[in-house]
C-alpha cells in the first residue's frame, strides 16, 4: 500500500503516548509555525518535526508527502514574489521584501502538512477516536464519523483505479499525455463513483446500528487511554513551543 | 403462539421499496427453527437480499417501503423493538463486507461490537480469544484488515457478528468474491459455529455445490415467492422446473434425473448430490451390465465445442513469450508466461486467487507492460502502442459492470465503444441499436437503474457491438444467476464460432468444463500446464497443485471408469455419461 496515512507499526515513545498528546504536540508545532516569524523558528520547527518522524521510523510517509508539496511551496513562493513588490528589486519582478514573505509562506506550508501527517502514521485510527472520546468528550459519532472518512480514502482510490482501468481498456484515452484532457475524460466517471459510494455509505450505516453503534458510551471503550506522566510532559513542551512562536 | 424452538417466523410477509408497485417480497411465510442450517437460492431479483434484510430488522428499521405481514424474531414482532434489539439475536454478514468493516486492525473490528453491547470488560479478552479460535483464526488477532485476503476478511467479518453471540446468523452471498478452496473453508467455519456452538445459521448462496452439501434445509425464491422449501435432496429433485426458474443443480443431481426421467430409476429416486452418491447409484445401477463389457467407443464430446478444434492452422492472434511481471509494492506477479491463442478458440484460465490470472488479463488488453518478454495482441506489441489502441481489438468484460458504465442511457453505452474507435455516431448508434435489442434492454433507460444482471448484459452488449478479434473475460459469471450467466457465456461461444479468441477467466468450473477448449493452469505466478480441457480436468496431480477441484462429472466418469467400466473415461457432460449408461443397460 502507498498510501501517505498508512500507520507505520513501532514501539517508540511517540507510538505508546496518549493519542490526544500526539494530537496536542502536532497542533502546538503547527500553532507555533503560523505564529513564528524567524527563518530560525521555521526551519527548527521542521527539523524537529523530521527528528520525530526518523525517531518513530516513519519518514517513508514524509517523504512522500514532501515530493507532493514542494512543488505547492514553489508556486507559493513564485505566487508571493508577484504579489509583493516593495523592498529593493534583486532580479526581474522580484524583491527582498517579496523574497522574504514567500520563502517564510513556503516554509510554513510545509511545517503545516507534515506534523499532522507524522502524527497520523504513528497512531492507530481506533485509538485516535477513542481517546478524543475519553479524554477530550468528543460525541463518538463525530469521531465515527472521521475516522471512517479517512478510512474510505484509499477504498475510494482504489476503486477509482479499477473504473480507470476499465474505461481504458474500452479505448478511453486515459493514457493520454495531456492533463487537460485526462480530466475532462475523468469526469464523467464521478458519477458511477458517487453511486457506489452512496451504496457503501449507507451499508456502513446499516452495520453499524446492526452491531449497537447507538448503545455506544464514552465508557465503552474496552482499551483506556490515560494521561501519564510522560504525556504532560510532551503537553508542557507544546505549549512551550506554542510561547516561542509567540517570541520569535 | 409459535413453539419454543421457532426462532424466526414470517408470517405472510410482503414488501416493495419506497412506492414501487412490484412486492420484491410476496406473501411469504415460513419458519426457521433453531439449529438449522438454511441455505437461500434463486434467480437474480427473486428477493432473497430482501428476505434477508426481513429476517436481519434492516426492513423495517433501515430501508421504507411498504411492508405487511409480521416477522418474529425470538417471539417479538420486529416492528415493535429497535433494530439494535434485534440484531442480538440476528447477526448479519452483508453481501459488502468492506462497508461492514469499522477499524483497520482485525482485534478492533472484534471489539467494536462487544464494546457498543456493553459486553463486561473482565469477560471481553475471553470472547474475542474464544471467537478468533472458533473461526480459525487466531494468527490474523493483530493485522492489518487491509492486507487481508478475501477468504481471510470473509472469516474476520464472521467473527465479529459471531462475537457478539446471536442466536442466528444471516449471511449474504459470503463467497461471491472467492474462489472455490477459500468458499469451502467459510463453508466449513459455518458448519463448525452451527453445529458446535447452536448457532442457526442463514445464507444466501449461488454455489448449488455448496448449498447441497452444507444446508440442512434450501429455499428457493423466485419473483418474490418461496418456490421450494426442503431437505436438499428432495429440492434438487426438481432440477427442471429450477431450471426454468434460472437455478442451477448439482451436475450429479441432473444425471440422476435424467435417469429417472428415462425409467431406468424409479421415479420417486431421491436424486444424488455429491459424486460419491452418485457412484454408488450408477454403480449398483450397472453391477450386471459390467460382466459383458461392450468394446470402448470413443466417448462423444460436449455439444458445445466443436469436433475439430478452430484456428490451428491459423497465425495465434495472441501471442505471449516469456512474459514477466512484477508489482512495485507486491501483488500477484508473473514469471515466463508463454501462451498462444488462435482464432476461434475459447481457452479458460484457472488456478487459485492470486495465481497472476487477473494480471494475465491485464498483461494481455495493454493496461500492464511486461517486464520483460513480449506480448503480441492481433499483431500489436501490447508495450508499443497506446492501451486505448489495443482496445479496438481486444475487448474486456470485467467481472463488476459498474466500472465498466458510464452513459446516462443504455443506448449511449453501447455505442459508445464504438464512438471511441471512430465509428460515426448514426453507425455507432444503429448497431448499438440491434446489440442491445438482442438482449431485451431498455434502450432509453439509465443503466444505473437496472439489477445487477441487466448491468452486465449492457456491458456484454458494449462487447459484442464492436466485434473484435480477441474477448476477455474476467470472471464473467460471478454475481449472476444460471440463466444470465448462460447468456453470457452462449453470447461469447458464439462469437469464437465466428472466428473471435475468446480468453476467460474463470472459478466455476462446471461452466469452464461446458465451454473451454483449452485449459491454462495457473499457479504463483506461473503457468503450470496448458492443454486440451478433458486432459487438463483428468490429471489428479495438478489439479491438486493448483488447488482446482474438477468438475463433478469429469470426477464422477474417472471413478467409474476406474471401478466400473473404462467406457467412462474422458467424459465430462451430464448428457453423455446419462447416453452410455442407457447403452450399457440395453445391451444386457
Redesign the interface.
Known amino acids: ?2 498510501n501517505v496515512i498508512d ?1 507505520v507499526p513501532g514501539d517508540s515513545l511517540l507510538h505508546r503516548l496518549n493519542p490526544v498528546t500526539k494530537l496536542a504536540l502536532a497542533a502546538a508545532i503547527i500553532l507555533a509555525t503560523f505564529l513564528g516569524d524567524t527563518y530560525v523558528l521555521l526551519i527548527a520547527l521542521l527539523v524537529l518535526t523530521f527528528i520525530l518522524g526518523i525517531y518513530a521510523k516513519s519518514t517513508a510517509g514524509l517523504v512522500s508527502l514532501v515530493k507532493l508539496m514542494v512543488p505547492l511551496s514553489l508556486i507559493m513562493l513564485v505566487l508571493q514574489t508577484a504579489f509583493i513588490r516593495t523592498g529593493a528589486p534583486i532580479f526581474a519582478w522580484i524583491t527582498t521584501d517579496g523574497l522574504i514573505t514567500g520563502t517564510k509562506a513556503a516554509l510554513r506550508l510545509l511545517g503545516v502538512a507534515l506534523p499532522l501527517i507524522l502524527m497520523l502514521t504513528i497512531t ?3 485509538d485516535l477516536a477513542n481517546a478524543c472520546v475519553e479524554v477530550l468528550h468528543v460525541p463518538y459519532r463525530y469521531a ?1 464519523t472521521f ?2 472518512a479517512l ?1 474510505f480514502v ?2 475510494f482510490s482504489q ?1 477509482m483505479n ?2 480507470m ?11 493520454t499525455k495531456n492533463p487537460l484532457k485526462k480530466i475532462q475524460l475523468m469526469l ?2 464521478c ?2 463513483l458517487l ?2 459510494s452512496v ?3 449507507d ?14 458510551t464514552r465508557a ?4 483506556r487511554y490515560p494521561i501519564k506522566g510522560m504525556d504532560i510532559a510532551i503537553l508542557i513542551a507544546s505549549i512551550t513551543l506554542i510561547v516561542l512562536g509567540f517570541l520569535f | 403462539m409459535s413453539s419454543s424452538n421457532t426462532i424466526i417466523k414470517l408470517d405472510d410477509v410482503s414488501f416493495a421499496y419506497g412506492h414501487e408497485a412490484q412486492n420484491a417480497l410476496d406473501h411469504v411465510s415460513l419458519t426457521i427453527e433453531k439449529g438449522e442450517f438454511v441455505g437461500v437460492i434463486g434467480p437474480s431479483g427473486a428477493g432473497k437480499s430482501t428476505l434477508a434484510a426481513v429476517m436481519s430488522g434492516a426492513i423495517p428499521h433501515h430501508y421504507t417501503g411498504q411492508l405487511f405481514g409480521t416477522t418474529l424474531v425470538d417471539d417479538r414482532d420486529t416492528c415493535e423493538i429497535t433494530l439494535t434489539d434485534i440484531s442480538r439475536v440476528v447477526g448479519s454478514v452483508l453481501q459488502d463486507i468492506d462497508a461492514q468493516m469499522v477499524a483497520p486492525i482485525v482485534e478492533d473490528e472484534m471489539l467494536f461490537g462487544l464494546e457498543n453491547f456493553g459486553i463486561p470488560h473482565d469477560q471481553i479478552e475471553e470472547r474475542i480469544s474464544q471467537t478468533l479460535t472458533t473461526v480459525g483464526i487466531s494468527d490474523l488477532r493483530h493485522r492489518e484488515i487491509a492486507t487481508l485476503s478475501g477468504g481471510q476478511k470473509q472469516k474476520v467479518a464472521i467473527a465479529a457478528i459471531i462475537a457478539m453471540a446471536p442466536n442466528v446468523l444471516v449471511l449474504d452471498e459470503p463467497t461471491a468474491a472467492l474462489d472455490p478452496a477459500s468458499s469451502t473453508l467459510v463453508f466449513d467455519t459455518l458448519r463448525q459455529i452451527n453445529r458446535e456452538h447452536g448457532i442457526t445459521v442463514v445464507v444466501i448462496e449461488q454455489k448449488v455445490a455448496l448449498l447441497s452439501k452444507y444446508c440442512s434445509r434450501v429455499l428457493v425464491m423466485a419473483d418474490g415467492k418461496l418456490a421450494f422449501d426442503g431437505e436438499p435432496h428432495q429440492v434438487f429433485a426438481h432440477a427442471s422446473e429450477l431450471r426454468q426458474m434460472g437455478v442451477d443443480s448439482p451436475r450429479v443431481a441432473r444425471i440422476a434425473n435424467s435417469l429417472a426421467e428415462v425409467g431406468l430409476l424409479p421415479s420417486d429416486q431421491a436424486p444424488c448430490l455429491n459424486v460419491s452418491e452418485a457412484h454408488q447409484l450408477i454403480s449398483s445401477l450397472l453391477a450386471d451390465a459390467t460382466s459383458k463389457d461392450a468394446p470402448a467407443d470413443v466417448p462423444e464430446t460436449s455439444p458445445h465445442i466443436p469436433a475439430v478444434p478452430r484456428g490451428v492452422n491459423q497465425e495465434p492472434v495472441v501471442e505471449l513469450t516469456d512474459v514477466t511481471f512484477a508489482y512495485p509494492h507486491g501483488g500477484a506477479s508473473v514469471s515466463n508466461l508463454n501462451m498462444c491463442v488462435y482464432p476461434g478458440e475459447l481457452v479458460g484460465i484457472i488456478g487459485q486467487n492470486g495465481a497472476g490470472k487477473t494480471t494475465l488479463t491485464k498483461l494481455l488488453n495493454g493496461l500492464l507492460h511486461p517486464a520483460s518478454g513480449t506480448v503480441r495482441m492481433a499483431g500489436m506489441n501490447t508495450a508499443d502502442v497506446p492501451t486505448s489502441a489495443i482496445a479496438a481489438k481486444c475487448a474486456t468484460l470485467f467481472q463488476n459492470p459498474d466500472r465498466q458504465l458510464c452513459r446516462d442511457t443504455v443506448l449511449d453505452e453501447v455505442a459508445f465503444g464504438l464512438e471511441l474507435h471512430g465509428v460515426g455516431t448514426d453507425e455507432a448508434r444503429q448497431r448499438a441499436r440491434v446489440a442491445a435489442e438482442r438482449f431485451g434492454l431498455p434502450l432509453d433507460e439509465s443503466p444505473f437503474s437496472l439489477s445487477r444482471g441487466q448491468r452486465q448484459m449492457v456491458a456484454l452488449a458494449s462487447v459484442v457491438v464492436l466485434d473484435p478479434q480477441v474477448v476477455l473475460l474476467d470472471e464473467p459469471t460471478s454475481g449472476l444467476d444460471y440463466r444470465e450467466c448462460m447468456t453470457v457465456m452462449e453470447t461469447v461461444s458464439e462469437m469464437a464460432e465466428r472466428g473471435c479468441a475468446v480468453i476467460m477467466v474463470c472459478h466455476d468450473m462446471e461452466v469452464v468444463s461446458d465451454f473451454a477448449q483449452r485449459l491454462v493452469v495457473m499457479a504463483d505466478g506461473r503457468i503450470l500446464e496448458r492443454g486440451d480441457a478433458n486432459r487438463i480436468f483428468d490429471d489428479d496431480a495438478l489439479m491438486r497443485a493448483a488447488y482446482v477441484e474438477p468438475p463433478q462429472v469429469v470426477a464422477l466418469s474417472k471413478e467409474l471408469a476406474r471401478d466400473v467400466s473404462p467406457r467412462f473415461a474422458g467424459i465430462s457432460q451430464v448428457s453423455d455419461l446419462v447416453d452410455l449408461v442407457k447403452e450399457m443397460l440395453k445391451h444386457d
Open positions: 500500500m502507498t500507520y492507530q485510527l481506533g465515527f475516522t471512517t478510512r484509499p477504498v476503486e479499477a473504473i482501468e476499465a474505461q481504458t481498456a474500452r479505448g478511453v484515452e486515459y493514457d464523467p466517471l458519477v458511477p453511486v457506489s451504496g457503501k455509505t451499508a456502513t450505516a446499516l452495520a453499524a446500528e446492526q452491531r449497537g453503534f447507538y448503545l455506544r465503552s471503550s474496552y482499551k
